[in-house]
């Protein structure tokens, strides 16, 4: 249940000519591993994630996502798949400010159509894994940052994806409480079996995750294990 990328190209337009973002980059993410992608403002970190994403469709190359190979599939096919196989947790949480904790886990299982108490059941098991049974009942301005990105974790893990994908998880936060946060992302990412990608300028917590790829001008160095 990995995450694979092959040969990746991904051109954006550039007036008359194209920007080439990503260049031919292959990927290959374990179950039940992280690797952080680094590089510079602009090398195209945001572009590698959008496209294992099914956001965006490469140029050329292939991304399979838990061996579901996305090539040639319709928006419609490739936003069920997303649905289905990722979760992303994006660099501000977004959390809606009239709900507690609890709800804003139980609006992703309303949304997908699922019964109120499963929805229900996951949100205190994942509020639990996160840490944050004790503020279940609590709303956003209620919460600590480190706290509110605990929630977009846990959000993101509600459809038990195959495929996490984490855009700069602690750039807000101070090195102790990024470093927590990474290790619970390095956790959960273990216990579920995930295949993490985490984008980070942050050097610091490198040692942390399982293997570290780098990106240079749309380049991905081959993954380096930490
Ligand atoms: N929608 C777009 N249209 C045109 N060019 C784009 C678009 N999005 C990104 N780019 C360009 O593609 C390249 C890669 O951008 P990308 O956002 O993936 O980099 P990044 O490594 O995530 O940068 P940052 O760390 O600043 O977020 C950059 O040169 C950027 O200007």
Avoid: C, W
């Avoid at 992703?108 to 279940?136: D, F, S």
């Amino acid at each position: 249940m990995s995450l694979d990328l092959t040969d990746v190209t991904l051109t954006y337009p550039d007036g008359d000519a194209r920007l080439t973002a990503l260049d031919r980059v292959s990927l290959r993410v374990p179950a039940g591993t992280t690797t952080a992608v680094v590089g510079p403002s602009g090398s195209g970190k945001s572009s590698l994630l959008a496209v294992a994403a099914t956001l965006i469709t490469p140029d050329s190359g292939r991304v399979v996502l838990a061996g579901a190979d996305t090539t040639g599939l319709s928006r419609r096919q490739a936003t069920a798949l997303r649905r289905e196989k990722v979760g992303i947790v994006f660099q501000q949480p977004h959390l809606i400010a009239s709900l507690t904790a609890t709800e804003q886990l139980e609006v992703i299982t309303h949304l997908g159509g699922g019964p109120r108490r499963a929805g229900r059941e996951r949100a205190a098991e994942l509020l639990a894994a996160v840490g944050l049974t004790g503020q279940a009942g609590r709303r956003p301005h209620q919460l600590s940052g480190g706290q509110r990105q605990r929630i977009n974790i846990a959000r993101a893990l509600m459809n038990d994806p195959a495929v996490l994908l984490v855009d700069e998880p602690t750039s807000a936060l101070d090195h102790e409480r990024g470093a927590a946060i990474v290790d619970l992302l390095t956790g959960l990412t273990r216990q579920r079996g995930t295949a993490t990608v985490l984008v980070t300028h942050d050097r610091g917590h490198l040692d942390r995750v399982d293997a570290v790829a780098e990106m240079v001008d749309g380049r991905l160095r081959v993954p380096t294990r930490t």
